[in-house]
């Protein structure tokens, strides 16, 4: 049989199920990240399982996200990630080194291998042909203690690239190209797996930009082949010993297949306020704006900066604009430095920002009031910025370059230089990147630990009848940035649930916290795609520790949907979709039989008994999903399967 890459790939690491789309399946992992948002309760995790080595292959700490230390807590955090990773084994890339998915690019990622990683964006490693995941934090400490991952067999969807891209039009054009036509919220349970001619004209990092915002297609991941371009890559970064070639067979199949012709693809931009409101840039050019930036883990390589270098080049960022540019890596900004890119760009008025995630995930650099901003990121959810009214677009390096110039939405096409090819100066030193003690050095290694830093709290185990005050009804696209929002006021609390709770849907529904805690225990009504973009689990951890016991919508993004089960939190969808319009906020449900049905069936009755009405609800949970309900969440079901 013909196969695709995606298949090959998942067939050698196969370790349980049976590959047919929509099936549950089992898989090695090879390699495992998280940064530091995500990482401490990762770790706290990971310690409470009680295992003394990753089991990995390799293993990574990284610290990206917040690093702007205001007080004890964020260094703290640090801290503890480092001691952390010297005991258990793991590699920690200090701060400043760089955001994780750009540097686990240039120096850790590897054809052929799976990764899984506790950010959305770990598909980013696609563009090197890896099956790379993103996850809640829970299931990179399962994955690091050796267990297998479970996922849905996806579909895999073929994306056929002819043509190249023609002047000053983008790899990010593309992946808005295919968000535009894919929307957000159709991407689950499915692998885009590009192929064709076009895929010779794309570098590793111009093919990491596709694969790093597949993430907002809600796709489990995107791949590019292995061939002589990335062979090239890994011998600029000193690591071709790792190549391999991989691609699909000759003539395999795909579930559907989309056609992309580089040729015609022009400048795109997002539009406020989601990724998918996607226009050429041609249709909204002159609207003003107060700001742009360029970095994040979608556009921070060498050639991103290099281009917008070019294009201001001897000129001067319009009055009306800041300009923020994040190096991706310390690799990228050394590089730049030696290039005279960062040179250009300072002296052309640009904020020269840390190597890190930054503005992307609303640490610092929040523009004005209801002002504009062009950003080279990859989300621009309603806030996300820090500045509430603000409105995000996202564009290419190209556009947002062209754009901070004439202070308004511009076409690149406007200004066309020529694209230089910066990556003959990488400049290779991973001095800021800290290898793992050796084991028998186990005991006598201390893990520092902050006041902020609190054990993980467990769920309690699923009660066999509750009644549940419904404590929010939301829309669709609801995104865990709307759920645990981030910033710098919150992200300090990632390792301490009791104090982050305080926040969850604080924008959306103010109140929601005294509201959970009056009632004891809560559900909650979603619209579609409930829960898409971050890997947060603390957008489930938060709600489970708010004493939420079901989450009903009409359907789920896939890392939230798995974080809710982790937590012990049932993912129901409505039987009877109309069902939605009868239920508000406030309102009491009786569940009756909610384990026995969640045991038994598919269906789970709920009762509001004021009217006698009673509704019933949907699981698609598989024996282990069912065992994690009953159990409350991931953690009690390991201590009940260690202690007999
Ligand atoms: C994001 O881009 O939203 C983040 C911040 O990187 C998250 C992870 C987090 O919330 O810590 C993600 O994408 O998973
Ligand atoms: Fe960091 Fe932004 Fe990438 Fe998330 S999307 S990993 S916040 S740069």
């Given at each position: 049989?013909?196969?695709?890459?995606?298949?090959?790939?998942?067939?050698?690491?196969?370790?349980?199920?049976?590959?047919?789309?929509?099936?549950?399946?089992?898989?090695?992992?090879?390699?495992?990240?998280?940064?530091?948002?995500?990482?401490?309760?990762?770790?706290?995790?990971?310690?409470?399982?009680?295992?003394?080595?990753?089991?990995?292959?390799?293993?990574?700490?990284?610290?990206?996200?917040?690093?702007i230390?205001?007080?004890?807590?964020?260094?703290?955090?640090?801290?503890?990630?480092?001691?952390?990773?010297?005991?258990?084994?793991?590699?920690?890339?200090?701060?400043?080194?760089?955001?994780?998915?750009?540097?686990?690019?240039?120096?850790?990622?590897?054809?052929?291998?799976?990764?899984?990683?506790?950010?959305?964006?770990?598909?980013?490693?696609?563009?090197?042909?890896?099956?790379?995941?993103?996850?809640?934090?829970?299931?990179?400490?399962?994955?690091?203690?050796?267990?297998?991952?479970?996922?849905?067999?996806?579909?895999?969807?073929?994306?056929?690239?002819?043509?190249?891209?023609?002047?000053?039009?983008?790899?990010?054009?593309?992946?808005?190209?295919?968000?535009?036509?894919?929307?957000?919220?159709?991407?689950?349970?499915?692998?885009?797996?590009?192929?064709?001619?076009?895929?010779?004209?794309?570098?590793?990092?111009?093919?990491?930009?596709?694969?790093?915002?597949?993430?907002?297609?809600?796709?489990?991941?995107?791949?590019?082949?292995?061939?002589?371009?990335?062979?090239?890559?890994?011998?600029?970064?000193?690591?071709?010993?790792?190549?391999?070639?991989?691609?699909?067979?000759?003539?395999?199949?795909?579930?559907?297949?989309?056609?992309?012709?580089?040729?015609?693809?022009?400048?795109?931009?997002?539009?406020?306020?989601?990724?998918?409101?996607?226009?050429?840039?041609?249709?909204?050019?002159?609207?003003?704006i107060v700001q742009a930036a360029i970095g994040s883990?979608?556009?921070s390589?060498?050639?991103?900066l290099?281009?917008a270098a070019?294009?201001l080049?001897?000129?001067t960022v319009a009055p009306n604009v800041s300009l923020g540019v994040s190096p991706?890596?310390?690799?990228?900004y050394?590089?730049a430095?030696?290039?005279?890119i960062i040179k250009k760009l300072v002296k052309s008025g640009a904020r020269i920002l840390e190597s890190a995630?930054g503005p992307c995930?609303?640490m610092g650099f929040a523009p004005a009031?209801?002002g504009?901003s062009i950003r080279t990121?990859?989300?621009?959810?309603?806030?996300?910025s820090?500045?509430?009214?603000?409105?995000?677009?996202?564009?290419?390096p190209?556009?947002a370059a062209?754009?901070a110039l004439?202070?308004?939405?511009?076409?690149?096409?406007?200004?066309?230089?020529?694209?230089?090819?910066?990556?003959?100066?990488?400049?290779?030193?991973?001095?800021?990147?800290?290898?793992?003690?050796?084991?028998?050095?186990?005991?006598?290694?201390?893990?520092?630990?902050?006041?902020?830093?609190?054990?993980?709290?467990?769920?309690?185990?699923?009660?066999?009848?509750?009644?549940?005050?419904?404590?929010?009804?939301?829309?669709?696209?609801?995104?865990?940035?709307?759920?645990?929002?981030?910033?710098?006021?919150?992200?300090?609390?990632?390792?301490?649930?009791?104090?982050?709770?305080?926040?969850?849907?604080?924008?959306?529904?103010?109140?929601?916290?005294?509201?959970?805690?009056?009632?004891?225990?809560?559900?909650?009504?979603?619209?579609?795609?409930?829960?898409?973009?971050?890997?947060?689990?603390?957008?489930?951890?938060?709600?489970?520790?708010?004493?939420?016991?079901?989450?009903?919508?009409?359907?789920?993004?896939?890392?939230?949907?798995?974080?809710?089960?982790?937590?012990?939190?049932?993912?129901?969808?409505?039987?009877?979709?109309?069902?939605?319009?009868?239920?508000?906020?406030?309102?009491?449900?009786?569940?009756?039989?909610?384990?026995?049905?969640?045991?038994?069936?598919?269906?789970?009755?709920?009762?509001?008994?004021?009217?006698?009405?009673?509704?019933?609800?949907?699981?698609?949970?598989?024996?282990?999903?069912?065992?994690?309900?009953?159990?409350?969440?991931?953690?009690?079901?390991?201590?009940?399967?260690?202690?007999?």
């Amino acid at each position: 049989m013909k196969k695709n890459l995606t298949r090959k790939i998942i067939e050698r690491h196969l370790v349980s199920g049976e590959m047919t789309a929509g099936k549950e399946i089992g898989i090695k992992i090879d390699q495992t990240l998280t940064q530091d948002a995500t990482g401490t309760m990762v770790y706290l995790q990971f310690e409470a399982i009680g295992i003394k080595r990753v089991r990995t292959e390799l293993s990574v700490s990284y610290v990206d996200h917040n690093t702007i230390q205001t007080d004890f807590k964020n260094p703290d955090d640090h801290l503890f990630l480092q001691s952390f990773a010297k005991k258990y084994g793991l590699y920690f890339s200090r701060p400043g080194n760089g955001i994780c998915h750009q540097v686990h690019l240039e120096r850790f990622g590897l054809p052929g291998k799976t990764l899984l990683g506790s950010d959305s964006h770990t598909p980013t490693g696609g563009g090197l042909g890896m099956l790379a995941i993103g996850a809640g934090g829970l299931d990179i400490a399962c994955a690091m203690a050796g267990a297998p991952f479970t996922l849905t067999m996806p579909k895999v969807i073929g994306i056929h690239l002819t043509g190249a891209l023609q002047p000053m039009c983008s790899a990010k054009d593309v992946i808005l190209e295919l968000l535009r036509r894919c929307t957000v919220k159709n991407g689950v349970g499915k692998v885009f797996e590009y192929y064709g001619e076009g895929v010779k004209t794309l570098s590793v990092p111009q093919r990491a930009t596709i694969t790093n915002m597949g993430a907002e297609l809600g796709v489990t991941t995107s791949v590019f082949p292995s061939d002589e371009i990335t062979r090239e890559w890994l011998k600029l970064q000193e690591r071709e010993s790792g190549w391999v070639e991989l691609k699909g067979d000759e003539g395999c199949s795909y579930d559907e297949i989309i056609e992309i012709d580089l040729n015609k693809i022009e400048p795109m931009v997002a539009q406020p306020h989601m990724p998918d409101l996607v226009v050429p840039v041609r249709e909204i050019e002159g609207k003003p704006i107060v700001q742009a930036a360029i970095g994040s883990c979608t556009n921070s390589s060498i050639n991103d900066l290099g281009i917008a270098a070019d294009i201001l080049d001897g000129r001067t960022v319009a009055p009306n604009v800041s300009l923020g540019v994040s190096p991706g890596s310390k690799q990228v900004y050394t590089s730049a430095i030696e290039a005279g890119i960062i040179k250009k760009l300072v002296k052309s008025g640009a904020r020269i920002l840390e190597s890190a995630c930054g503005p992307c995930i609303g640490m610092g650099f929040a523009p004005a009031s209801k002002g504009a901003s062009i950003r080279t990121f990859n989300r621009n959810f309603k806030g996300r910025s820090g500045t509430a009214d603000a409105e995000i677009y996202l564009a290419s390096p190209e556009t947002a370059a062209a754009s901070a110039l004439f202070g308004c939405i511009t076409d690149p096409r406007k200004v066309p230089v020529k694209m230089t090819d910066y990556t003959s100066k990488t400049e290779i030193n991973d001095n800021m990147i800290i290898p793992p003690a050796p084991a028998d050095k186990f005991d006598s290694l201390e893990i520092i630990r902050g006041p902020n830093i609190k054990p993980c709290p467990k769920a309690v185990p699923a009660p066999a009848e509750f009644e549940a005050e419904i404590l929010i009804k939301t829309g669709d696209n609801i995104t865990t940035d709307h759920i645990m929002p981030a910033g710098t006021r919150v992200l300090p609390y990632r390792s301490n649930i009791p104090e982050i709770a305080k926040f969850v849907f604080e924008a959306v529904s103010p109140g929601f916290y005294d509201r959970a805690k009056k009632a004891g225990t809560g559900v909650i009504i979603g619209g579609e795609n409930y829960g898409q973009g971050s890997s947060r689990e603390h957008a489930a951890l938060a709600p489970m520790y708010l004493g939420v016991k079901a989450v009903i919508t009409k359907s789920f993004a896939r890392i939230h949907k798995a974080n809710l089960v982790n937590f012990g939190i049932a993912p129901l969808t409505f039987e009877n979709p109309a069902d939605y319009d009868l239920l508000e906020q406030g309102m009491s449900l009786y569940f009756p039989s909610f384990m026995d049905d969640i045991r038994n069936g598919k269906r789970v009755k709920a009762v509001d008994r004021k009217s006698g009405r009673e509704f019933y609800f949907l699981h698609d949970l598989e024996e282990k999903g069912v065992s994690l309900i009953e159990a409350g969440g991931m953690l009690n079901y390991i201590f009940k399967r260690q202690n007999g």
